[in-house]
């Protein structure tokens, strides 16, 4: 498993707890609001961080941190990584599991072998649009039976989507009725920071981008509990790249994915 980075000490992901966050490199998705695309490939390289080394550092930390975060990339593409939030739960930490939720066999196994404390998923766009934004073929089949694991789960969860530069009004209304009955939604919105899709932002071809304060208070008939993450950026709409290609990745193996 390739340890990519760690943040030390974080206030803001794990909602109520300091945590570290663990990256861990591969993904199997480009999708084009990405910040961390040097994530991506899940290449043999030097690692930023040995195992050990992880737990020498949450060691000397323990008395300070209250949970480890474990991010990417997409965690849940790494076999290994069972064994390493099993070792993190062992050294007395809480987990949370931030995922895509293509694979939901490796979600419920780490749900039933209660081995998570905390999921955020991402939920990326509608269902028919997954393949355009995420530029590659998405099993969406396999979003949804994430989605539900969640929702039936007894865990504390949270759905995340990313308002990019064309998500509508009408398309997000159609991902609250997606996720009717889940207990956290979190707009977040876009941020071009470290995107590779958009060029420089024109200021005089700004995109008229949804009110999110205004309808996550308008979805309380769907979720018990929708708010708003991040600082809302103009963008240019002509600047954004959504042409459907694989780009650096390769199509989603759904039947590995769910072994």
Known sequence: MIISG?????????????????????????????????????????????EDELFQFLQRRGNLLDAVVI?????????????????????GFLVKLDTNGTNPGMVSALLSDGLLDYVAMDVKTILPDYN???????????????????????IDYEFRTTVYPGLTESNLYKLAELLTGADKWVLQHYSP?????????DPDELLEQPNLEKLASGFSSYIRECSVRGK?????????????????NTPLDVPKLLS
């Open 6 to 50: 760690l943040e030390k000490c974080s206030f803001n992901d794990y909602p109520g707890k300091l945590a570290a966050v663990v990256f861990l490199k591969g993904c199997n998705m480009n999708c084009s609001y990405c910040h961390n695309q040097e994530l991506l490939k899940n290449e043999e390289s030097s690692p930023a961080l040995f």
């Open 232 to 248: 809302k950026i103009p963008i240019a709409l002509k600047n954004w790249d959504m042409d459907p290609h694989p780009g650096i």
């Open 193 to 201: 920071e470290g995107n590779f899709h958009v060029d420089t932002i």
């Open 71 to 91: 991010t990417g990339g997409e965690p849940t593409l790494n076999p290994g990584l069972p064994e390493l939030i099993r070792r993190i739960r062992e050294a």
């Open 132 to 154: 355009q934004v995420c530029r590659v073929l998405v099993d969406t089949g396999s979003v949804v039976r994430s989605i539900k694991l969640l929702l039936d789960s007894d």
